[in-house]
């Protein structure tokens, strides 16, 4: 923008000098050549007049100038200070980009990542599925195994019993059975001994025969409605209560002997019960 330069504006009593001056060196010699009589004063006033009015103009012109400069100088300014807020505007707008970028760059790694922790998810399923399925097969197989041994264990006392009766000279008036019920009787059976008596034989098989067992046993014999139920299947009191263990731990004898429990291994009797009136 092209700025405007101040002119000065001449004073009045310079502007009367000026004025002289030109009727003298240029209207005089006019009016010498032309023969004309010298002008009045009031003339070269009018002149003057018309001249300050010039110079009123002048200065007024030049007030106006001023101004317009000065409303271009805040112009200038104002424009200067959009620009800038411009630029901090688009350094902002450049920052708010770069974070939206950057969020969604780790949009797109946390994605990722669930992706994988997902894929992790459904593996981990997959292994814990076929692991239950193996749980159950190996369950399955226990409990067939547990099942035989069992089985085996209740043979082998069966086979105790058979051989303690012939030491003994024990009668048995039927052949042992198992009885089940709440809390199972692994095998029953009514004997004769040999002073006559006759007394209803009971046998618990354990394979890890412990103090836990014992007194198990213990408390389903002394139970009143136990021996009811054992009543309705024609098992009447005394009793020749036995315990069988494939194996003996420490405490258990003394205990037996203290309840009157008997203790059969596959040794045989290892301790004889007391009978249960």
Do not use: H, N
């Not at 922790?117 to 292994?127: N, Q």
């Not at 890890?208 to 014992?214: A, I, N």
């Amino acid at each position: 923008m092209a700025s405007t330069e101040s002119v000065s504006v001449p004073t009045e009593e310079r502007v009367r000098e000026i004025v002289l001056q030109v009727v003298e060196e240029v209207v005089e010699p006019i009016r010498r050549e032309l023969g004309q009589p010298s002008p009045e004063w009031s003339d070269v006033r009018q002149v003057w007049l018309a001249i300050g009015a010039l110079t009123d103009a002048q200065r007024r012109t030049e007030e106006r100038l001023e101004e317009l400069a000065e409303a271009q100088r805040r112009t200038e300014e104002r424009v200067e200070q959009l620009a800038e807020a411009q630029r901090r505007t688009e350094e902002r707008l450049q920052r708010l980009e770069e974070t939206v970028q950057a969020l969604a760059e780790a949009q797109r790694r946390t994605e990722e990542r669930l992706q994988r922790l997902e894929e992790v998810v459904y593996s981990l399923a997959e292994t814990v599925r076929q692991l239950v399925d193996r749980l159950e097969r190996v369950e399955k197989q226990l409990g067939q195994l547990s099942d035989r041994l069992g089985m085996d264990l209740e043979t082998d006392a069966e086979e105790v019993l058979w051989a303690l009766a012939e030491s003994k000279g024990i009668r048995f008036l039927q052949r042992p059975t198992p009885i089940t019920m709440d809390g199972e009787i692994d095998w029953a059976a009514p004997v004769e001994m040999p002073d006559g008596k006759r007394y209803w034989l009971l046998v618990e098989v354990k394979g890890r025969l412990r103090r836990k067992e014992l007194s198990e046993w213990v408390q389903c014999l002394r139970d009143p409605s136990f021996q009811q139920k054992l009543r309705l299947y024609g098992v009447e009191k005394p009793y020749l209560p036995y315990v069988f263990g494939m194996r003996v731990y420490l405490g258990v004898e003394e205990m037996a002997q203290e309840v009157g429990v008997g203790i059969l291994t596959f040794r045989g009797e290892q301790l004889p019960p007391r009978p249960w009136e």
